[in-house]
């Protein structure tokens, strides 16, 4: 059963406007949620994180919204660039719990930034 | 600024081979991993170790084994190489503090024949 969900495989949006990436977990024992960004051919890379003791968290462009009553966070991206166009991994991980450290990763959403 | 290195970005193997995949991480991080990405499944877990000779199994561990001889270095090794294994591996590592992203490889690319 996946733990950590994505479920619109794409997205297409607009250069200039806002991109909205969503993402659902079921494990409410999750306390620490991460977005990566994957070009193809090359390994993803950290955007941002936020702990489930915030609802929001934000660098630069990109803020990420917690909502822990609905196990649900989204990833904003504002103004969204061409260079934006990627797949979208969230991920999360229970820390209280590391023995193990593991992160568990969503399927991905690829982002399509329209000219 | 972390590194994590894998030996190879393209890999073409045949069927009932031993392949092995090098990855090397330069930021002293404790905890290193290995995933697979395929269409439509994302990246899931095959390996992970929190130490040298440490290693735990992943989601999908079947066909695999890891050695960590080395803090830096961990090895995936696939026993006798099946075409399923045709995929994107990805290492990662990660200090023991857990507030702290994983930090990737570029990939390697396998093919099995």
């Known amino acids: 059963d996946q733990q950590v969900k994505q479920n619109s495989p794409s997205l297409s949006v607009q250069e200039g406007r806002i991109s909205i990436l969503n993402c659902d977990y079921t494990?409410?024992?999750?306390?620490?949620f991460l977005w990566y960004k994957k070009y193809p051919a090359e390994g993803p890379t950290f955007l941002i994180s936020?702990?489930?003791?915030?609802d929001k968290n934000e660098d630069g462009r990109f803020t990420v919204f917690l909502n822990k009553s609905a196990k649900h966070l989204s990833l904003h991206i504002v103004p969204s660039q061409p260079g934006d166009s990627a797949v979208y991994f969230c991920?999360?991980?229970?820390?209280?719990?590391?023995?193990?450290?593991?992160?568990?990763f969503g399927k991905g959403t690829r982002l399509h930034i329209l000219p | 600024d972390v590194k994590v290195t894998q030996s190879s970005r393209y890999l073409v193997k045949r069927t009932g081979e031993k392949v092995f995949l090098e990855c090397v991480q330069d930021?002293?991080?404790?905890?290193m991993f290995w995933y697979r990405q395929d269409p439509g499944l994302g990246l899931r877990l095959i390996y992970f170790?929190?130490?040298?000779?440490?290693?735990e199994k992943g989601d999908i561990p079947e066909g695999y084994s890891v050695s960590r001889e080395k803090k830096e270095r961990f090895s995936l090794i696939l026993e006798s190489a099946s075409t399923n294994q045709t995929s994107m591996y990805l290492c990662?590592?990660?200090?023991?503090?857990?507030?702290?992203?994983?930090?990737f490889g570029d990939g390697t690319r396998l093919s099995i024949l």
């Open positions: 991920a999360a991980s229970a820390r209280f719990m590391n023995r193990d450290d593991k992160i568990i």
């Open positions: 990662a590592s990660r200090p023991r503090d857990s507030n702290q992203p994983q930090h």
């Open positions: 170790s929190y130490d040298v000779k440490m290693k």
């Open positions: 930021m002293d991080h404790e905890n």
């Open positions: 936020i702990s489930s003791i915030k």
């Open positions: 494990n409410s024992m999750f306390d620490y």
